[in-house]
């Protein structure tokens, strides 16, 4: 059965950084896509980043841009969001999602999914 566990979440006063990950199991890694997306309360989920399968593109959506970084460690089967200069805004649940599409910004388009690490920022 595919697993997808984020770690790394937590609360963090504005101007912080937090590093999330996500390993996943069962799952054939390196065919796949990876992204986050993170859903507030009363929000729809919304998409962060995404990166190919070979690392080589990657897309982040322009509230994030120049402030988070996603890669990923196929030999380790995890996907990394380095997020830095968090504002309040950025407060959420954060999930990681797997696409074997390729890269794409809807979460229909994402197979699988984790449970969710909260990411609190404070002002």
């Known amino acids: 059965q595919v697993q997808l566990v984020e770690s790394g979440g937590g609360l963090v006063q504005a101007g912080g950084s937090l590093r999330l990950s996500c390993a996943a199991s069962?799952?054939?890694?390196?065919?796949?896509?990876m992204g986050w997306f993170r859903q507030a309360p009363g929000k729809e989920r919304e998409f962060v980043a995404a990166?190919?399968?070979?690392?080589?593109?990657?897309s982040y959506s322009n509230s994030v841009k120049g402030r988070f970084t996603i890669s990923r460690d196929n030999a380790k089967n995890t996907v990394y969001l380095q997020m830095d200069s968090l504002i309040p805004d950025d407060t959420a649940v954060y999930y990681c999602?797997?696409?074997?599409?390729?890269?794409?910004?809807?979460?229909?388009?994402?197979?699988?999914w984790g449970q969710g690490t909260q990411v609190t920022v404070s002002s």
């Open positions: 990166v190919s399968r070979t690392a080589i593109i990657t």
């Open positions: 999602a797997a696409n074997p599409y390729g890269l794409g910004k809807a979460p229909n388009q994402y197979n699988y």
């Open positions: 069962e799952l054939s890694f390196s065919s796949f896509a």
